[in-house]
């Protein structure tokens, strides 16, 4: 199977950054697509940003300027820079990807979520 294990989060000021990471890990074949969600109680989950194997990227529109995902294709790892955080940004932030764990078979995959909390 496929783990994802993301590092990272925690507690910010508003108008600070965090960094989170996660590595994608198991019987991998290809990773095909890789971001990050975040979900509050009582709300959906969102997308906060992703990042297609041919590198072409997406942002929430709450988020763009701010952060910035990048990966590391060799090493199956995405990455999730954030900066200028807001209170609004407080969530539980996971780790998304879509892998192909044969040739022809494929599934997504969640990680286990990491708080990240910005507040004076």
């Known amino acids: 199977q496929v783990q994802l294990v993301e590092s990272g989060g925690g507690s910010v000021q508003p108008g600070g950054s965090l960094s989170l990471s996660c590595a994608a890990s198991?019987?991998?074949?290809?990773?095909?697509?890789m971001g990050w969600y975040r979900q509050v109680p009582g709300k959906e989950r969102e997308l906060v940003a992703n990042?297609?194997?041919?590198?072409?990227?997406n942002y929430a529109d709450s988020v763009k300027g701010r952060f910035t995902i990048s990966r590391d294709n060799a090493k199956n790892t995405v990455y999730l820079q954030m900066n200028s955080l807001k209170p609004e940004d407080t969530a539980v932030y996971y780790c998304?990807?879509?892998?192909?764990?044969?040739?022809?078979?494929?599934?997504?995959?969640w990680g286990q979520g990491t708080q990240v909390t910005v507040s004076p």
């Open positions: 198991g019987t991998i074949f290809r990773v095909i697509g």
């Open positions: 998304n990807a879509y892998v192909y764990y044969t040739t022809h078979e494929w599934n997504n995959f």
């Open positions: 990042v297609n194997a041919g590198g072409g990227i």
